[in-house]
């Protein structure tokens, strides 16, 4: 390993200002994207033979969530608005504890904190009593009985977390928390080679030739329902090399762009002038802030018909009030309102719309993590992928489709396909 250089980890910090909008997409074809710049309000056409998304995942969505605040999906919402499909997006894992308010994971129950509700219970022992703590939960508080001289040494980390986002100090009360968006394992669905994939009039698996996802953006489904860990990284280091891979193997050096249209991304210009010419009354934050609410509390942990039922509904509501939007600045430099408000636009695209609806078609009663109110699996039923489908994506209408599983490895003889078993507690 080579000596460290503060240049590289510059040039980590020292990015370009481009906001890509949306796919440039030719008869089925993936042939660039369209994006602006921020720093000078320009927009640009790149064309590229071919395209890796790395975007992240969709945790904004709700409103406690452990990642960033970039985490809004607008690369999924890119492929969504070029009419393919996400996949799996019902597959949303919560951490058990997060500081309410900030989403800030609290970690080590093994060192001594456990949960308690809002009467001081210890409630967890009721539903998994070898498990206990480690299971998520729809509201409540984690409190340590540790000395504070165990506390500063073992636990520095939550106790200066929680100091500084909720104001508390561990060594005399308890940490507010709530359960928090951890990882998406749901996508863009993707080959092991990190080519995007749709399905034909047949429902069999196609390539869409130029496009690849890497990361928490795609779904590859090596998770299944629930990702494990350290797992993360296998997404974008095994993965994203994968793309690499097949891109050096498939692309010929020196060839040229196929021709695209005069009129390429016209459709997202026309979006953009229209939502920064904007001037009514609602604001974005609060728009967001009210689905984020809605989602938390009608499709998180414990999820049942009526609660899907009823958050479908709330959302329907509190969409239509995209029609009396407003931002302030009409600029194109540095428009943080109108990246905010097109951002938001894409997270309910491609969001908030296909998870409560396939969440809906698979009535789910407990979601990733929280299984353990069934008491058998249904693979017959539901060992198949979900597929998500926005043919018009300014409206609700959202359409699902199912592709089947790879249940075996790429090399049976080295690597035997493991089984899934039943969950036990």
């Known amino acids: 390993m080579t000596e460290d250089d503060w240049r590289w980890h510059m040039y980590d910090t020292v990015k370009g200002s481009h906001w890509l909008l949306d796919l440039i997409m030719q008869d089925g074809e993936c042939l660039g994207v369209i994006a602006l710049n921020m720093e000078d309000g320009k927009l640009h056409r790149f064309r590229a033979h071919k395209m890796v998304l790395a975007t992240g995942g969709y945790g904004r969505a709700y409103f406690s969530c452990t990642s960033a605040h970039t985490c809004s999906g607008d690369g999924n919402a890119m492929v969504v608005c070029a009419g393919l499909p996400l996949q799996d997006m019902e597959f949303v894992q919560f951490h058990p504890p997060g500081i309410y308010g900030s989403g800030c994971a609290v970690h080590r129950f093994g060192e001594g904190g456990y949960l308690l509700n809002s009467e001081g219970e210890r409630f967890m022992e009721r539903y998994a009593p070898t498990a206990k703590d480690l299971l998520p939960v729809t509201s409540c508080r984690a409190l340590s009985h540790l000395p504070a001289e165990v506390i500063y040494e073992r636990l520095p980390g939550i106790s200066e977390t929680a100091s500084i986002?909720?104001?508390?100090?561990?060594?005399?009360?308890?940490?507010?928390?709530?359960?928090?968006?951890?990882?998406?394992?749901?996508?863009?669905?993707?080959?092991?080679?990190?080519?995007?994939?749709?399905?034909?009039?047949?429902?069999?698996?196609?390539?869409?030739?130029?496009?690849?996802?890497?990361?928490?953006?795609?779904?590859?489904?090596?998770?299944?329902?629930?990702?494990?860990?350290?797992?993360?990284?296998?997404?974008?280091?095994?993965?994203?090399?994968?793309?690499?891979?097949?891109?050096?193997?498939?692309?010929?050096?020196?060839?040229?762009?196929?021709?695209?249209?005069?009129?390429?991304?016209?459709?997202?210009?026309?979006?953009?002038?229209?939502?920064?010419?904007?001037?009514?009354?609602?604001?974005?934050?609060?728009?967001?802030?009210?689905?984020?609410?809605?989602?938390?509390?009608?499709?998180?942990?414990?999820?049942?018909?009526?609660?899907?039922?009823?958050?479908?509904?709330?959302?329907?509501?509190?969409?239509?009030?995209?029609?009396?939007?407003?931002?302030?600045?009409?600029?194109?430099?540095?428009?943080?309102?109108?990246?905010?408000?097109?951002?938001?636009?894409?997270?309910?695209?491609?969001?908030?719309?296909?998870?409560?609806?396939?969440?809906?078609?698979?009535?789910?009663?407990?979601?990733?993590?929280?299984?353990?109110?069934?008491?058998?699996?249904?693979?017959?039923?539901?060992?198949k992928h979900t597929l998500s489908f926005q043919h018009n994506p300014s409206k609700l209408d959202v359409k699902l489709q199912y592709r089947g599983i790879i249940g075996t490895t790429l090399d049976e003889e080295e690597c035997k396909a493991v089984a899934p078993i039943k969950r036990v507690y």
Request: hydrophobic share 40%.
């Open 165 to 383: 986002f909720s104001g508390v100090d561990v060594t005399k009360e308890p940490i507010p928390v709530l359960p928090t968006v951890h990882y998406n394992m749901g996508g863009i669905p993707t080959k092991y080679t990190g080519e995007v994939l749709s399905v034909d009039a047949q429902g069999k698996d196609k390539v869409v030739p130029g496009l690849y996802a890497a990361g928490e953006a795609a779904c590859v489904s090596v998770h299944g329902a629930n990702r494990l860990g350290a797992n993360s990284l296998l997404d974008i280091v095994v993965f994203g090399r994968a793309c690499a891979h097949h891109i050096k193997e498939t692309l010929a050096p020196g060839a040229p762009h196929k021709a695209i249209p005069e009129d390429a991304g016209i459709e997202s210009i026309e979006f953009m002038d229209n939502i920064r010419k904007s001037n009514g009354p609602e604001s974005t934050a609060k728009i967001r802030l009210d689905m984020q609410r809605v989602m938390q509390s009608d499709a998180a942990v414990f999820r049942t018909q009526s609660s899907l039922d009823e958050g479908v509904q709330k959302l329907r509501a509190i969409y239509k009030r995209f029609d009396d939007v407003g931002i302030k600045d009409r600029s194109m430099i540095w428009n943080t309102d109108l990246w905010k408000l097109w951002n938001f636009e894409a997270s309910c695209n491609a969001q908030f719309k296909p998870l409560l609806q396939q969440l809906l078609a698979k009535n789910r009663v407990v979601p990733t993590l929280g299984k353990i109110f069934l008491t058998s699996r249904d693979d017959e039923k539901w060992m």
